[in-house]
């Protein structure tokens, strides 16, 4: 007889964003894994949302505590109704010698998070890990989003209820004014943080970026374009800051990108970092506002 390896090829390697979805609404991917091997395998696609050790997984410490390399989990956010976010079609079957199998991906987030996760994985034969995928996505409830830098949050929802708003006859004046700053949307705040490499031949300015985004949705086809605008410009400029561009609009499904850029200015303290905060403005169907942290310092080339 003939011992044959069994071989294929992802068309997806390590991780599939599916990227952001408005909440109550489906996104689906593909990808395809090739038989590159002379026999038909069988495959079996599992999700580790649905592991029967699942429960026991999680008895542990979150990873943004244990882990300083890992913000989220391998099985993130889920959807409140009790099934899984992300699903597969199809699970098992058979992949001929020499042919292709598409397999699709489908979102479908049930409330507001930026951390859903899972893993999938393609195994051949019952036995043989072929492929490991990382899945991950993101759910707004409003049709913007702001991508990039460190995020200044807690990747884990809290369990905590919410106490029942009282009705307004039993509300007195000062207890009025209470309610309605709790209610106002927090906000947002994102670190952005700049190394300036000094000793370089060619010293070229420390960069990074933003993404804005305006998502493509159904419920929201009528709305207006998402504007963008950020403030503190001038305070910016002082301390090093190019930014570009500080306003403009994005369109429905499209994402605009800002660029930063620092030099350190001429009365630069070496060993101080330069901390700047401006105010990033979102206006689409209601307005939001990302608090943004410029963090600059100057590292030896050595």
């Not at 034969?125 to 492929?131: E, G, L, Q, S, Y």
């Not at 490991?132 to 209820?161: C, Q, T, Y």
Request: glycine residues 6%; neutral net charge; charged residues 20%.
């Amino acid at each position: 007889g003939h011992g044959v390896m069994p071989s294929t090829v992802c068309s997806v390697e390590d991780t599939l964003n599916v990227g952001y979805v408005i909440a109550g609404e489906k996104a689906t991917s593909t990808f395809q894994i090739q038989n590159t091997s002379t026999l038909t395998l069988r495959y079996t696609v599992q999700l580790d949302s649905l592991s029967p050790t699942r429960d026991k997984d999680q008895q542990r410490l979150p990873a943004f505590i244990t882990s300083s390399l890992q913000r989220t989990e391998i099985v993130g956010t889920q959807n409140y109704n009790g099934l899984s976010v992300f699903s597969i079609f199809p699970t098992e079957g058979e992949i001929a010698a020499g042919k292709s199998q598409d397999f699709v991906v489908s979102f479908s987030p049930d409330h507001e998070s930026l951390y859903y996760s899972d893993r999938l994985k393609v195994v051949l034969f019952d036995k043989k890990i072929a492929h490991v995928i990382n899945l991950k996505g993101a759910a707004r409830a409003h049709p913007m989003f702001v991508e990039g830098g460190i995020p200044l949050d807690v990747p884990i929802e809290s369990l905590a209820g919410t106490l029942p708003v009282p009705s307004q006859e039993a509300l007195t004046g000062v207890y009025l004014i209470y309610v309605c700053l709790e209610r106002q949307e927090p906000v947002k705040s994102v670190l952005l943080l700049l190394e300036y490499i000094e000793g370089e031949s060619s010293p070229v300015p420390a960069t990074t970026e933003l993404k804005v985004g305006a998502i493509h949705s159904t419920q929201f086809a009528f709305k207006k374009n998402v504007e963008f605008s950020l403030d503190n410009l001038p305070l910016l400029q002082l301390k090093g800051f190019a930014v570009d561009p500080v306003k403009g609009t994005v369109e429905r499904g499209q994402v605009k990108l800002i660029r930063i850029s620092w030099v350190p200015p001429a009365a630069f303290a070496v060993n101080d970092p330069v901390l700047v905060t401006a105010l990033l403005t979102l206006k689409g169907d209601i307005k939001e506002s990302y608090r943004i942290y410029f963090m600059a310092k100057v590292v030896s080339a050595r």
